[in-house]
């Protein structure tokens, strides 16, 4: 062979590797929906969030062009319009006035207790205005700021 074939097979067997290697089959992933209660859980907004601590799961969020006709297995708990496309490192929320707030994760990480840890750090991210709930916190910082004048005073 010629060392211009052999620059061509190798740039060929590259270009395939790396297109093999970005396609992912769906049927494939290691990802899932995981139940969380919403309770009363009100949410006005649209939006998504990845954890810090695993930048590469938000590399993995795609949008997709509207209209898409494809099957998604993840379409009940992922925005309209976006695309899981590989397998998360840990997991994802996904909040909408429609779906409510909803977590997407690694189905290695879904048990009883890192379920309820999702769900809950899902639930404030979604901004979850629940009845009752803005009055508790605020009578907690009026509790707070009470005490901390009280020290002041003391102290004076």
Not at 50 to 74: A, E, G, M, S, W
Request: aromatic share 10%; hydrophobic share 40%; glycine share 6%.
């Amino acid at each position: 062979m010629r060392k211009s074939e052999n620059y061509v097979l190798s740039i060929m067997l590259i270009a395939i590797v790396v297109w093999k290697s970005e396609a992912y089959d769906d049927d494939e992933l290691n990802n899932q929906c995981v139940e969380c209660d919403n309770g009363d859980c009100k949410i006005f907004y649209k939006g998504w969030m990845f954890l810090r601590d695993h930048p590469k799961d938000k590399t993995l969020v795609h949008r997709i062009p509207q209209n898409t006709d494809t099957y998604d297995p993840l379409a009940e708990c992922v925005l309209p319009g976006f695309r899981i496309k590989g397998n998360l490192e840990n997991f994802l929320c996904f909040s909408s006035p429609i779906m409510g707030c909803q977590p997407v994760a690694n189905k290695t990480l879904i048990t009883l207790n890192k379920s309820e840890k999702m769900c809950s750090v899902c639930l404030q991210f979604c901004g979850c205005n629940y009845p009752g709930r803005s009055s508790s916190i605020v009578s907690s910082q009026v509790v707070l700021l009470s005490m901390c004048f009280i020290v002041f005073l003391v102290g004076i």
